[in-house]
């Protein structure tokens, strides 16, 4: 088992975990709320951990609220809060109501600026959601993941912990770490069901979950390695590259398309765009079939798709010895080139949509 970073990848597993956890009584409409209220969760949060098995499945999920405003904080904050809106909306057009049970969050997030007032905010690092899956309990997990989350909240300058819960969750597991319960009020629109704020020194916290050892062994005896990748691997890493993207609100695209003669692939284009940029990674054409105009067509296709998406630019790379005046007769400008060490030269295009 290790911790990494969470990205967008993860999305849809904790959506079903927290429509598993909290949500389950609704039946089919417990995936559309866990992923509602995972979307309210993110927007509130400045960085996430995940605890994933040696087979890289998630078991675990921590996210934290730093007691300084993060960099890219606003970007992703705002990211999660238009896709909560798309998933409203997409659960809308399948006849289903996606959102979750916002008086009880209104609720505890309100409990908790309330203990802001009561017990001050300065220095103040929050966890803004904890949540394993039913084969994780009992294993350490969580202790494990609220260490990784309090060395993030230490390192800029958070000295108290602070998290709200309810005694339908594992409350206990934060008396066992002798957290102090600084508030407790009985929801007013959940049934049975009270809410409570706990504080604690980042430090004491630390001491109590033995960090420094850990800390020692995990880097003592990494676990990863560089191994050579098969072609079912590109779609993995192509999601992380994805979700890295929809943290900084933007939408990574990827352009194939291929031309075939009598089932014969003959020519074919790959592309990628980010936000208002499109590039051509890859155009060719079988030697026998040049000069009909088929580049042309495919990158005149893939150029349209763009600009459809909001692409206003499309650039392209090509060397010397493969026809750089191709690009300029489709409307292609030169930005800059450089010579190589065997004597050919690496030439940049760019061009207006």
């Given at each position: 088992?290790?911790?990494?970073?969470?990205?967008?990848?993860?999305?849809?597993?904790?959506?079903?975990?927290?429509?598993?956890?909290?949500?389950?009584?609704?039946?089919?409409?417990?995936?559309?709320?866990?992923?509602?209220?995972?979307?309210?969760h993110?927007?509130?949060?400045?960085?996430?951990?995940?605890?994933?098995?040696?087979?890289?499945?998630?078991?675990?999920?921590?996210?934290?609220?730093?007691?300084?405003?993060?960099?890219?904080?606003h970007?992703?904050?705002?990211?999660?809060?238009?896709?909560?809106?798309?998933?409203?909306?997409?659960?809308?057009?399948?006849?289903?109501?996606?959102?979750?049970?916002?008086?009880?969050l209104?609720?505890?997030?309100?409990?908790?600026?309330?203990?802001?007032?009561?017990?001050?905010?300065?220095?103040?690092?929050?966890?803004?959601?904890?949540?394993?899956?039913?084969?994780?309990?009992?294993?350490?997990?969580?202790?494990?993941?609220?260490?990784?989350?309090?060395?993030?909240?230490?390192?800029?300058?958070?000295?108290?912990?602070?998290?709200?819960?309810?005694?339908?969750?594992?409350?206990?597991?934060?008396?066992?770490?002798?957290?102090?319960?600084?508030?407790?009020?009985?929801?007013?629109?959940?049934?049975?069901?009270?809410?409570?704020?706990?504080?604690?020194p980042?430090?004491?916290?630390?001491?109590?979950?033995?960090?420094?050892?850990?800390?020692?062994?995990?880097?003592?005896?990494?676990?990863?390695?560089?191994?050579?990748?098969?072609?079912?691997?590109?779609?993995?890493?192509?999601?992380?590259?994805?979700?890295?993207?929809?943290?900084?609100?933007?939408?990574?695209?990827?352009?194939?398309?291929?031309?075939?003669?009598?089932?014969?692939?003959?020519?074919?284009?790959?592309?990628?765009?980010l936000?208002?940029?499109?590039?051509?990674?890859?155009?060719?054409?079988?030697?026998?079939?040049?000069?009909?105009?088929?580049?042309?067509?495919?990158?005149?296709?893939?150029?349209?798709?763009?600009?459809?998406?909001?692409?206003?630019?499309?650039?392209?790379?090509?060397?010397?010895?493969?026809?750089?005046?191709?690009?300029?007769?489709?409307?292609?400008?030169?930005?800059?080139?450089?010579?190589?060490?065997d004597?050919?030269?690496?030439?940049?295009f760019?061009?207006?949509?």
């Amino acid at each position: 088992m290790h911790i990494r970073e969470f990205n967008g990848a993860d999305f849809d597993f904790f959506s079903r975990l927290l429509g598993r956890l909290w949500h389950s009584d609704h039946g089919s409409r417990s995936y559309w709320q866990g992923s509602d209220e995972l979307c309210e969760h993110l927007s509130q949060t400045d960085k996430g951990f995940v605890a994933v098995d040696d087979d890289g499945v998630p078991l675990g999920i921590i996210l934290l609220k730093s007691p300084q405003e993060e960099p890219t904080s606003h970007d992703q904050r705002m990211h999660w809060l238009q896709q909560r809106t798309r998933i409203a909306a997409m659960a809308s057009t399948l006849g289903i109501e996606a959102r979750a049970d916002a008086a009880i969050l209104n609720e505890e997030n309100e409990a908790v600026r309330s203990a802001g007032e009561l017990e001050g905010a300065d220095g103040v690092g929050e966890v803004v959601l904890v949540a394993l899956a039913e084969e994780a309990r009992g294993k350490k997990l969580g202790k494990k993941l609220l260490r990784e989350g309090l060395l993030w909240l230490a390192e800029r300058g958070a000295h108290t912990l602070r998290l709200v819960t309810d005694n339908g969750c594992d409350w206990q597991f934060y008396e066992h770490l002798q957290m102090r319960r600084v508030l407790q009020q009985e929801s007013t629109s959940v049934e049975d069901c009270t809410i409570y704020v706990y504080d604690a020194p980042i430090d004491e916290l630390l001491a109590r979950l033995g960090e420094d050892n850990c800390r020692q062994k995990a880097e003592a005896q990494p676990t990863w390695r560089i191994l050579p990748s098969e072609e079912d691997h590109d779609a993995q890493v192509g999601a992380l590259l994805d979700a890295h993207a929809q943290a900084q609100g933007r939408e990574f695209r990827t352009y194939r398309h291929h031309v075939e003669d009598d089932g014969r692939l003959i020519a074919g284009i790959t592309a990628w765009s980010l936000g208002p940029e499109l590039h051509v990674d890859t155009l060719a054409v079988d030697e026998t079939y040049r000069r009909k105009g088929l580049g042309r067509r495919l990158l005149e296709h893939v150029e349209q798709e763009a600009r459809k998406g909001g692409c206003t630019t499309a650039s392209v790379d090509t060397f010397s010895f493969q026809a750089p005046d191709y690009y300029p007769a489709l409307g292609y400008e030169e930005q800059f080139r450089y010579a190589l060490d065997d004597g050919t030269e690496r030439i940049f295009f760019r061009k207006r949509l």
